[in-house]
């Protein structure tokens, strides 16, 4: 699915921004339909404050014609101009064991090439859960690092 997203951001950008601009309206107006495209979870296991967090995140980043997701296909579908092993900076990955969005494997072989990166794994987690039960976890990790 990434490299068909790429393919079409690359030929095609006012289509698929399209696309994602009718998810948003939809989203917005009908249903959060986009949440299963993140996770195989029911809608009625979210809270609806974090449904509505994700909806109004999901309609701001690609309602209304934005070009900002056909960009970031387009650009991860070509060469960086860097290799993943010349990044000296620590680099940190929490990741869903059952995220069919960003399969782990791919997650575990950029992490080999890094350098100084650590990779957490979420069992069971898919891409929208995982982001849920560990963003506290990310966030107290980086606020209570020492200098």
Known sequence: MQRLLGRMAASTPRLLSGLFSTQAWVASHVSPVFLSQYTDAERSE???GVVDL????FVDSVGGWRQG????FRLLAHDWGFSPSDVDQPVRFWHGEA?????VAGVQQLSQRLPNSDLTTVPEGDHLTTLLECRHRVVDHHTNRTP
């Open 46 to 48: 979210f809270d609806d």
């Open 54 to 57: 994700l909806t109004a995140e």
């Open 69 to 72: 997701v056909a960009t970031e």
């Open 99 to 103: 995220d069919r969005n960003v399969p």
